[in-house]
């Protein structure tokens, strides 16, 4: 796929880096004035709009990867930004992850907030521009500037909304500007996306060069989710940061709860979801994928669940970037996500993203229901061993033994985990019958902890993110992988957003509530909620509360959207990091060659959270500079 050419403007960027983050125009002003004088150029600049997205594909760049509880980086990483993060070491003297400033894995939000606004002020000037191109550009880029602002938002609560440049004559006065009370914020957001969703195409026509660019479904979706986290309890009537209050004595965070949201954040579901389908958009079903080898139901529905992320492009990826590629090398998150096939002396592969227990047992078992609450699995003793039988064999090697825990769960979990003895197809053996590959994790075995850098902590890798094309050559020296955009909204997102809303709505819940969250617990295998806690739950009434569906619906979330960031913002947004963030994280003992001894659970971690840790510190530097920022609580 041809990728749109981008340039950046070395002059202008480097009178960026000169200032702190306020929207102030470079003095270079010629460098500008030639960026409008036609329309390659300008093209150009709109091409620099974009660059400011961050690279979702890496753990460098995306704090949602490994700077939560999701997947976890052995200790020789601890300071690299996400696990430091997932250590509770973050700083205000230099943020990990800033993308206020620019620093530390993050871009200057603020600086591509500039250059937007100079695009949407310039581009009339452009001579050989069409009509139709002018008005399809200003409303990409009022997205983007609409984006860049949520991303902030997210990260930081109040923040101060850019709406226009500051020219460089500007007095000094002008440039120590406050921060905007949230509700402001976001209602500027949703009403940039209101103005871009008029004039953005239905679809992306030029797919040869043109995937990625925004159209109306992704703006529809971005509004969904812009609503939906107003709505949530951290931003709405949330007693914690009430007391944040900035210089002038402006109260930043609104102190009463608005339920009213929650309707304005389904009518914003319903809405991203008709257009999505209206442009061909829909859930990736089994008979999506395509495959010249006769599989098995079984085999076959695993690895369309698989693909339901990492083929590229599908018909469920609502938006995806060129620039966040999930490719190869030993950093990238295939590598860091695959166990080792071979017995080598050489490691073509890390191995090191682990996923913990707590996040391998939310996933439901084969009746659909968590297996804490499942009448029929043997729950409390699920760490014992068990032998798989010829029933088990599409996922657990015939005559093995592992954990109870890993029998008898729902078809995510073998499509999303991969652990001890369980099966691994393709890699050059497609007979799904007798010849698939099988996963030993034990020591001495392939994929048991290489080295203390290249180690596992848990024993369980998140087989979702590699693609099902991706494989090992021959002799196992080499890594080939099949790349693919990170998918940033996918349509089941969206149903499940709708659910949420919805729910939140009504004094209890709807037969449409049951229908959007039953669409996606269809396309995995499963029977609707309502069937599933009848027949096999300890608490077979509580789908029919708003409380109790609450629960089902987070959990969907947490087990569907796995791997994909939607876990970090959303316990966030539930106000639920207290809770799932102060909780050791553990697996299996990961060194041991004995059976007992391998089977026998470990804590490798006991994570803290604090109430200020919902919002990154905004950098001490930029306090200093600017004494009506009032710093975020606690920090």
Same mark, same amino acid.
């Given at each position: 796929?041809?990728?749109?050419?981008?340039?950046?403007?070395?002059?202008?960027?480097?009178?960026?880096?000169?200032?702190?983050?306020?929207?102030?125009?470079?003095?270079?002003?010629?460098?500008?004035?030639?960026?409008?004088?036609?329309?390659?150029?300008?093209?150009?600049?709109?091409?620099?709009?974009?660059?400011?997205?961050?690279?979702?594909?890496?753990?460098?760049?995306?704090?949602?990867?490994?700077?939560?509880?999701?997947?976890?980086?052995?200790?020789?990483?601890?300071?690299?930004?996400?696990?430091?993060? *997932? +250590?509770?070491?973050? %700083?205000?003297? #230099? =943020?990990? !992850?800033?993308?206020?400033?620019?620093?530390? $894995?993050?871009?200057?939000?603020?600086?591509?907030?500039?250059?937007?606004?100079?695009?949407?002020?310039?581009?009339?000037?452009?001579?050989?521009?069409?009509?139709?191109?002018?008005?399809?550009?200003?409303?990409?880029?009022?997205?983007?500037?609409?984006?860049?602002?949520?991303?902030?938002?997210?990260?930081?609560?109040?923040?101060?909304?850019?709406?226009?440049?500051?020219?460089?004559?500007?007095?000094?006065?002008?440039?120590?500007?406050?921060?905007?009370?949230?509700?402001?914020?976001?209602?500027?957001?949703?009403?940039?996306?209101?103005?871009?969703?008029?004039?953005?195409?239905?679809?992306?026509?030029?797919?040869?060069?043109?995937?990625?660019?925004?159209?109306?479904?992704?703006?529809?979706?971005?509004? *969904? +989710?812009?609503?939906? %986290?107003?709505? #949530? =309890?951290? !931003?709405?009537?949330?007693?914690?940061?009430? $007391?944040?209050?900035?210089?002038?004595?402006?109260?930043?965070?609104?102190?009463?709860?608005?339920?009213?949201?929650?309707?304005?954040?389904?009518?914003?579901?319903?809405?991203?979801?008709?257009?999505?389908?209206?442009?061909?958009?829909?859930?990736?079903?089994?008979?999506?994928?395509?495959?010249?080898?006769?599989?098995?139901?079984?085999?076959?529905?695993?690895?369309?669940?698989?693909?339901?992320?990492?083929?590229?492009?599908?018909?469920?990826?609502?938006?995806?970037?060129?620039?966040?590629?999930?490719?190869?090398?030993?950093?990238?998150?295939?590598?860091?996500?695959?166990?080792?096939?071979?017995?080598?002396?050489?490691?073509?592969?890390?191995?090191?993203?682990?996923?913990?227990?707590?996040?391998?047992?939310?996933?439901?078992?084969?009746?659909?229901?968590?297996?804490?609450?499942?009448?029929?699995?043997?729950?409390?003793?699920?760490?014992?061993?068990?032998?798989?039988?010829?029933?088990?064999?599409?996922?657990?090697?015939?005559?093995?033994?592992?954990?109870?825990?890993?029998?008898?769960?729902?078809?995510?979990?073998?499509?999303?985990?991969?652990?001890?003895?369980?099966?691994?197809?393709?890699?050059?053996?497609?007979?799904?019958?007798?010849?698939?590959?099988?996963?030993?994790?034990?020591?001495?075995?392939?994929?048991?902890?290489?080295?203390?850098?290249?180690?596992?902590?848990?024993?369980?890798?998140?087989?979702?993110?590699?693609?099902?094309?991706?494989?090992?050559?021959?002799?196992?020296?080499?890594?080939?992988?099949?790349?693919?955009?990170?998918?940033?909204?996918?349509?089941?997102?969206?149903?499940?957003?709708?659910?949420?809303?919805?729910?939140?709505?009504?004094?209890?819940?709807?037969?449409?509530?049951?229908?959007?969250?039953?669409?996606?617990?269809?396309?995995?295998?499963?029977?609707?909620?309502?069937?599933?806690?009848?027949?096999?739950?300890?608490?077979?009434?509580?789908?029919?509360?708003?409380?109790?569906?609450?629960?089902?619906?987070?959990?969907?979330?947490?087990?569907?959207?796995?791997?994909?960031?939607?876990?970090?913002?959303?316990?966030?947004?539930?106000?639920?990091?207290?809770?799932?963030?102060?909780?050791?994280?553990?697996?299996?003992?990961?060194?041991?060659?004995?059976?007992?001894?391998?089977?026998?659970?470990?804590?490798?971690?006991?994570?803290?959270?604090?109430?200020?840790?919902?919002?990154?510190?905004?950098?001490?530097?930029?306090?200093?500079?600017?004494?009506?920022?009032?710093?975020?609580?606690?920090?």
């Amino acid at each position: 796929m041809k990728r749109i050419k981008i340039l950046l403007f070395i002059l202008m960027t480097g009178a960026i880096s000169s200032c702190d983050y306020l929207d102030v125009v470079p003095d270079n002003i010629a460098t500008i004035d030639n960026a409008f004088t036609n329309r390659y150029n300008a093209e150009k600049y709109l091409a620099t709009c974009y660059s400011f997205l961050p690279n979702f594909a890496s753990y460098n760049s995306n704090p949602t990867i490994v700077g939560g509880d999701e997947l976890w980086l052995p200790d020789h990483q601890r300071e690299l930004n996400g696990p430091a993060m *997932a +250590r509770h070491n973050q %700083t205000v003297t #230099s =943020p990990r !992850f800033d993308y206020w400033v620019g620093a530390n $894995g993050g871009k200057n939000l603020y600086a591509g907030i500039r250059v937007c606004n100079i695009l949407l002020e310039r581009i009339d000037e452009v001579p050989d521009l069409t009509e139709d191109e002018s008005v399809r550009w200003k409303a990409e880029v009022k997205f983007l500037k609409a984006y860049y602002h949520f991303y902030l938002i997210r990260m930081y609560g109040p923040i101060h909304i850019s709406d226009e440049s500051i020219a460089v004559s500007a007095s000094t006065a002008s440039t120590k500007v406050y921060r905007d009370p949230v509700e402001d914020c976001f209602n500027y957001v949703l009403s940039l996306l209101d103005e871009a969703i008029l004039d953005l195409p239905d679809n992306i026509d030029k797919q040869k060069t043109e995937l990625g660019r925004i159209s109306k479904p992704i703006a529809a979706a971005i509004k *969904a +989710r812009v609503a939906i %986290t107003y709505a #949530s =309890p951290l !931003f709405n009537g949330n007693p914690d940061f009430t $007391g944040l209050v900035d210089q002038a004595g402006t109260p930043l965070f609104p102190s009463e709860y608005d339920d009213t949201r929650w309707q304005f954040a389904a009518d914003a579901c319903k809405e991203a979801i008709d257009f999505a389908e209206q442009a061909g958009f829909s859930l990736y079903q089994v008979d999506n994928f395509i495959t010249p080898y006769a599989l098995s139901d079984t085999t076959k529905m695993k690895m369309a669940l698989r693909s339901r992320f990492t083929e590229r492009w599908n018909n469920e990826v609502i938006w995806a970037t060129a620039t966040s590629i999930v490719g190869g090398g030993r950093g990238g998150l295939q590598s860091g996500s695959q166990p080792r096939l071979f017995a080598l002396n050489e490691n073509p592969v890390t191995s090191n993203f682990a996923v913990p227990f707590k996040v391998a047992e939310q996933y439901y078992s084969n009746n659909g229901v968590p297996i804490n609450e499942d009448k029929i699995f043997n729950y409390s003793d699920r760490y014992k061993l068990k032998i798989s039988q010829y029933k088990d064999r599409k996922f657990i090697k015939q005559g093995e033994e592992t954990a109870i825990v890993n029998f008898d769960r729902e078809f995510r979990y073998y499509a999303d985990l991969a652990f001890d003895r369980s099966v691994w197809f393709g890699n050059g053996v497609y007979d799904d019958e007798s010849k698939a590959w099988w996963i030993k994790c034990r020591k001495g075995e392939p994929a048991a902890v290489y080295d203390a850098n290249d180690r596992n902590e848990s024993g369980y890798f998140p087989r979702k993110l590699i693609n099902v094309e991706t494989e090992f050559n021959a002799d196992g020296t080499q890594y080939h992988t099949e790349n693919y955009p990170f998918p940033i909204v996918r349509l089941s997102d969206l149903y499940l957003y709708y659910a949420e809303a919805l729910n939140e709505v009504n004094e209890a819940p709807t037969t449409e509530v049951y229908n959007a969250i039953d669409q996606v617990r269809e396309r995995a295998g499963l029977n609707g909620v309502v069937e599933s806690w009848a027949n096999f739950s300890k608490y077979p009434n509580k789908p029919l509360s708003k409380e109790g569906m609450r629960e089902i619906i987070q959990q969907e979330r947490l087990i569907e959207l796995s791997f994909e960031g939607g876990r970090f913002w959303d316990l966030r947004r539930w106000k639920l990091c207290y809770e799932y963030l102060n909780q050791p994280l553990q697996g299996w003992s990961v060194g041991e060659k004995e059976i007992q001894a391998y089977y026998q659970v470990n804590t490798y971690f006991v994570q803290e959270f604090t109430v200020r840790d919902y919002f990154w510190p905004i950098r001490e530097e930029q306090i200093i500079l600017n004494p009506n920022l009032e710093q975020n609580t606690g920090w």
